[in-house]
């Protein structure tokens, strides 16, 4: 045998060993979420039968709740986005707009719309933040208070919602978000039920392309007619309803995303708030709290609801895509970089000793491995071996398993919330479900991997997602996406 068939035999046969556990680690902890996802949508949707969200809306002892918005350039969505949540069905609720220096008229549609004048206010900086310029109120609504402050970024705009908040839990929501109308409720459910200090509490987030949107509201939804959105919306069915539910039942939540969440304000502020120095400061907030209480020695709790409480616009093209993938892998390799301790920690429990080691080895490398693989597949052909014929298989079960969970959760989906009631969408996702990891998911993997090589060579710099709008929203804007 030549030489160079001698190197690529042995490259492979060190690679098949690598890719045998990246597929039996992998879909072996996916096929424990997806049980523990089944588990959990059945005992929530009995919790439901008999617990409804009326005592909690009536109740006086319901912990209030300050809605905190971070704005940068959204003049086209944020009158719309702010009258959808002061419509939000909570009972005492406050809501804190943040604009970040925008450009835009962002700030003159909000004091025009809702008849804001400036007014004098007490801040105090419990985490640094950059200056704040000025308050505005509508005495009439004194629910809405408006913050103009220096450009500092999506998290530094956060923190000066902390900041001003009043109340013992604040929610965090995108500017271009679509909330359903009880979503607030269901949120604060499992906060109200846990006998635990739960911390924080996300849902189920849905793609908002194709559906139509009146008054703040989603009236019908729909698939969108682009089928890079609608893989896109396989893609979050299946992380919802099969990662993020099996997290939850397994107490390993690292991540809730910030487009949709509620947050207990002490103890975001003892943790230090949201990171300035990471492209996803939401997963690394969590992660960071997760670590603060077992230093600390306080007992918490993540809690994640499946149900879908919020609609947020996905990329339509594939150079919006490509950005927001980039900056989603970037911001993971930057959180477990920087909690690396927690790895393999028995003190961690379940976070340090499985959900820690998941996200590092198959969400962060296992872009690599898989790419890395892709890369190989001309070369096992080439040398043609017994050992590198066992490549290909590992390939192709690989995808065959995806296949199978992204076909389960369109499913899953239809069997419990249904909120694509038509027929022909249904078979239009089970195609796209079975499409997907054939093109789809390697463009996707390409852009995950150039996330990678970024956060390799330190470039760690945010990259903006433009979108095209609802049927509601005509005009582009630049969103300030979780």
């Given at each position: ?199 924080a509490s996300g849902g189920i987030v849905r ?63 003892e943790a230090g708030g949201f990171g300035l ?160 990891n054939f093109g789809y998911r390697q463009v ?39």
């Amino acid at each position: 045998m030549p030489e160079w068939k001698v190197f690529f035999s042995d490259t492979l046969t060190v690679f098949n060993v690598l890719l045998a556990f990246y597929f039996v680690a992998g879909n072996g902890v996916y096929t424990l979420l997806m049980m523990m996802s089944l588990v959990s949508v059945w005992l929530h949707n009995r919790r439901l039968a008999y617990e409804g969200l009326d005592l909690l809306s009536e109740s006086t002892v319901t912990p209030p709740v300050t809605i905190v918005m971070p704005a940068w350039n959204e003049q086209d969505a944020i009158v719309d986005t702010v009258r959808s949540v002061l419509k939000t069905q909570y009972p005492r609720l406050e809501v804190i707009v943040v604009d970040d220096g925008s450009t835009d008229s962002t700030l003159d549609r909000l004091i025009a719309a809702f008849d804001l004048v400036r007014v004098d206010f007490i801040y105090r900086p419990l985490l640094p933040t950059k200056p704040v310029r000025a308050f505005y109120r509508n005495h009439q609504a004194s629910r809405l208070l408006v913050v103009s402050k220096e450009r500092g970024g999506k998290p530094d705009a956060l923190n000066v919602g902390i900041n001003l908040c009043r109340t013992p839990y604040f929610c965090t929501l995108d500017a271009d978000c679509v909330l359903e109308r009880d979503a607030l409720l269901r949120l604060m459910r499992p906060i109200v039920r846990s006998r635990v200090n739960t911390v924080a509490s996300g849902g189920i987030v849905r793609i908002l392309n194709g559906c139509t949107v009146e008054d703040g509201q989603v009236v019908t939804v729909g698939l969108p007619p682009n089928a890079i959105e609608r893989f896109q919306v396989v893609e979050y069915l299946r992380t919802f309803l099969f990662g993020r539910t099996g997290w939850d039942l397994l107490e390993g939540t690292l991540i809730v995303s910030g487009a949709f969440a509620v947050f207990h304000r002490e103890t975001v502020i003892e943790a230090g708030g949201f990171g300035l120095d990471t492209v996803s400061e939401d997963m690394e907030l969590i992660v960071r709290i997760h670590r603060w209480a077992v230093e600390h020695q306080r007992e918490i709790r993540m809690s994640f609801t499946p149900d879908p409480v919020c609609w947020s616009e996905s990329p339509a093209s594939l150079r919006m895509l490509a950005r927001q993938r980039r900056r989603w892998q970037l911001g993971l390799c930057q959180t477990l970089w920087q909690n690396a301790r927690m790895l393999f920690n028995r003190k961690y429990g379940v976070i340090g000793m499985l959900s820690y080691p998941f996200h590092l080895y198959v969400e962060a490398l296992g872009a690599v491995v898989e790419f890395v693989g892709y890369a190989l597949l001309p070369v096992a052909f080439m040398v043609n071996t017994s050992l590198s014929r066992l490549y290909i298989p590992f390939l192709v079960l690989g995808l065959a398993y995806a296949t199978f969970l992204s076909v389960g959760s369109v499913v899953l989906e239809e069997l419990t919330h249904r909120r694509y009631p038509s027929f022909r969408d249904l078979k239009t996702l089970l195609l796209y479900a079975l499409l997907e990891n054939f093109g789809y998911r390697q463009v996707v993997l390409w852009f995950r991997f150039q996330g990678v090589l970024r956060f390799l060579a330190g470039f760690h710099k945010w990259e903006k997602v433009v979108h095209v709008g609802t049927s509601s929203t005509a005009q582009p804007t630049t969103a300030m996406k979780a």
